[in-house]
């Protein structure tokens, strides 16, 4: 069956240490994945996307890694910031022309000062 | 920066009752599209819309469900007959193309509650 998995549990990290989100996928072929941050009770915030030939993006302080052996992407916050504490999503990306997202459930970060 | 506003922010109907969510896009973008979720769940697609049609629908998306761009500002999302379980929040987003250069614009979010 397909499967979009995020860490299960909230990532919980001191302020100016790196945080890594894990996404994993079975069974699904995307050609982008794309992170998303959500605040509560807010709409997705479109924060980074990476493309299927690519390994690695970054923009300022983040970074997304994607290895479509392992069907894994990892999302990076280095020198993190109590700002940073949020739900951050995952999204496939199957470039079929229509649009359509496939979430993971989200992670939670909580960064402590 | 441009924003997708939605409109109520917050709606409470009772089953069986029309309900009608708004979104006004960005006004350059050409793909507009719904999703919702469900307290505690994933970010789920409804529908995508473009070029004054639909361009794909999930399962979701039954005939309970339509979309319409009356003007050259508005999308609406209609759900003709409310259950229970269509109680989430409602995102509206959209893009200037299918998101594969700068991602989706998400709105805030409908509340709607069924009771």
């Known amino acids: 069956s397909q499967k979009i998995e995020q860490n299960s549990e909230a990532l919980n990290i001191q302020e100016g240490k790196t945080a890594t989100l894990t996404c994993n996928y079975t069974?699904?072929?995307?050609?982008?994945l794309q992170w998303y941050r959500q605040d509560p009770g807010r709409g997705p915030v479109f924060l980074l996307l990476?493309?299927?030939?690519?390994k690695e993006k970054r923009k300022e302080r983040l970074k997304v890694t994607f290895d479509t052996t392992l069907k894994q992407s990892l999302f990076h916050i280095t020198a993190s910031q109590p700002a940073d504490s949020a739900t951050y999503l995952c999204?496939?990306?199957?470039?079929?022309?229509?649009?359509?997202?496939?979430f993971g459930q989200g992670t939670e970060l909580s960064v402590k000062p | 920066e441009p924003e997708v506003t939605q409109t109520p922010s917050h709606q409470v109907t009772q089953m069986g009752q029309e309900v009608i969510l708004r979104c006004v896009p960005i006004?350059?973008?050409?793909?507009f599209y719904w999703y919702r979720q469900i307290l505690g769940q994933k970010v789920e697609f409804l529908v995508s819309?473009?070029?004054?049609?639909?361009?794909?629908k999930s399962e979701i998306f039954d005939d309970q469900f339509s979309v319409e761009r009356p003007d050259g500002s508005n999308f609406t999302l209609k759900i003709r007959s409310t259950k229970l379980e269509d109680s989430a929040m409602y995102f509206c987003?959209?893009?200037?193309?299918?998101?594969?250069?700068?991602?989706?614009?998400f709105g805030s979010g409908t509340r709607l509650t069924v009771v």
């Open positions: 069974n699904y072929s995307p050609a982008y």
């Open positions: 999204a496939l990306d199957l470039d079929n022309q229509g649009g359509k997202l496939i």
């Open positions: 006004s350059n973008h050409l793909y």
């Open positions: 987003a959209s893009s200037l193309r299918p998101g594969q250069v700068h991602g989706y614009t």
């Open positions: 819309f473009y070029n004054n049609e639909i361009s794909e």
């Open positions: 990476i493309r299927e030939n690519e």
